[in-house]
């Protein structure tokens, strides 16, 4: 993989994994409630639910490939267009629930809930779809080639959900107020779309 690819792959990638939304969250309310320990049980989780998505689009592009090589501009432009569309959602997303008074439970469950969490939710897929056929070269999806995208995603998105696990009493107070809460929202909403443009100019 060309290290200018790896970048972006690994920047965006890292920028998902952090911004609010479902996952983030709850890993926030762990994290605070049950000590990092969970925290990072149910990353892992998390983790291995994307990868399950990711597994299937990676392999699923060496058989789609004829089909997507001629309409590579169009992919590109989808794959933006989709990443400006989740920077506009957080841009005028509203306030940020935090989950309260969570249950104990044992660290092999909190791995199974992050699974549960993001192998159930279809936006990831959407998301590796969208982005992965601009970054990847579709004529190298090999096994090795495949092996060093999901290296690249792993590290990424585990940097991020540890990030958060360790400084979840932080951020959880961070995101408390409404105006807080309005500032995040728009840091992020502007980074998906910087990430939207890159894309476009990489």
């Not at 690819?5 to 996952?23: D, E, V």
């Not at 159930?120 to 190298?140: A, E, G, R």
């Not at 959900?161 to 009493?169: C, D, E, N, P, Q």
Request: proline fraction near 3%; hydrophobic fraction near 50%; aromatic fraction near 14%.
């Amino acid at each position: 993989m060309e290290l200018n690819i790896f970048i972006i792959l690994a920047f965006t990638i890292f920028i998902f994994s952090i911004t609010p939304g479902p996952g983030t969250l709850a890993l926030l309310s762990i994290s605070t409630s049950r000590g990092f320990v969970s925290a990072m049980s149910f990353s892992v989780g998390m983790t291995l639910g994307d990868l399950s998505y990711l597994t299937i689009v990676i392999f699923s592009l060496n058989a789609l490939a004829s089909y997507i090589a001629p309409i590579v501009n169009i992919v590109q432009y989808f794959g933006a267009s989709y990443l400006f569309y989740l920077g506009y959602s957080q841009w005028r997303a509203g306030s940020i629930n935090i989950g309260k008074n969570l249950t104990t439970q044992s660290h092999l469950k909190e791995l199974f809930s992050g699974y549960l969490l993001a192998g159930t939710n279809p936006k990831v897929m959407i998301f590796y779809l969208s982005v992965l056929p601009v970054l990847i070269d579709l004529n190298q999806v090999s096994l090795y080639y495949g092996l060093q995208v999901i290296i690249t995603v792993s590290l990424s998105l585990m940097a991020g959900l540890v990030v958060i696990g360790a400084l979840g009493k932080k951020l959880k107070q961070l995101i408390s107020t409404p105006k807080m809460t309005l500032r995040v929202n728009r840091f992020f909403g502007a980074v998906m779309v910087f990430v939207g443009v890159s894309l476009l100019y990489f």
